[in-house]
């Protein structure tokens, strides 16, 4: 991935995006060429020297199955936005600036692992599912679903481990622009609604604006 030193993500900001992301793209070179799959991953910085991201697959999907050629890689991304060249002080000041786009992405590389075990299976599902309904009025448990049917569904996974060996990680958050332009970006992205990317940006240009 293309990082300009300005757009450099820290560990702290890597560590954020691995333990708050829900779903990212697992791509895998075989064989029979590029495999991707789009599925929620968890963080455990604990496995291994870099920690891995741990998820599963239907157990129809092939790619499980295809041994990767070297690392596989999982794209794990932030928030991200469309940024009109409107918003810039720097508009009415020269006018040359043009749209761009901002975001928050992680290139996460490492060492893919098959879990085939029932008793790992159903510890990353409990342990998926406590992450995403917490907050919830009235959140759902493994243990509310009948045991022969989550057992049958258990049954139909395959875990994948991702054993991290290396982050490339970017936050194109405009931080290439003058203090004006960024204060015009933030209240751009809060008209439009989009406090995800207003808080980000706001959080990599703290210093500026």
């Not at 469309?82 to 918003?87: A, D, H, T």
């Not at 290396?166 to 936050?171: F, P, Q, S, T, V």
Request: hydrophobic residues 45%; without cysteine.
């Amino acid at each position: 991935m293309y990082v300009p030193s300005h757009f450099a993500a820290g560990d702290a900001e890597v560590r954020a995006l691995l333990d708050n992301h829900g779903a990212a793209d697992l791509i895998t070179a075989t064989d029979d060429g590029l495999l991707a799959t789009f599925l929620p991953f968890v963080f455990d910085p604990a496995a291994g020297e870099h920690g891995a991201l741990l998820g599963h697959v239907a157990r129809n999907n092939d790619q499980w199955r295809r041994p990767p050629i070297g690392d596989a890689m999982v794209i794990v991304r932030g928030p991200d936005a469309y940024i009109s060249p409107s918003w810039y002080a720097s508009k009415a000041e020269h006018g040359r600036v043009v749209p761009t786009w901002n975001y928050v992405t992680a290139h996460v590389y490492g060492r893919l692992v098959v879990h085939d075990d029932p008793v790992w299976l159903d510890a990353l599902v409990r342990r998926l599912t406590d992450r995403h309904e917490q907050g919830n009025p009235e959140p759902w448990s493994v243990d509310d679903a009948p045991t022969r049917f989550i057992a049958g569904q258990l049954r139909a996974i395959v875990g994948l481990e991702l054993v991290i060996t290396r982050i490339e990680a970017k936050l194109k958050l405009s931080q290439n622009r003058p203090p004006a332009d960024i204060t015009g970006v933030l209240a751009g992205l809060e008209a439009a609604g989009d406090r995800a990317s207003a808080a980000v940006t706001r959080e990599a240009n703290r210093q500026q604006a």
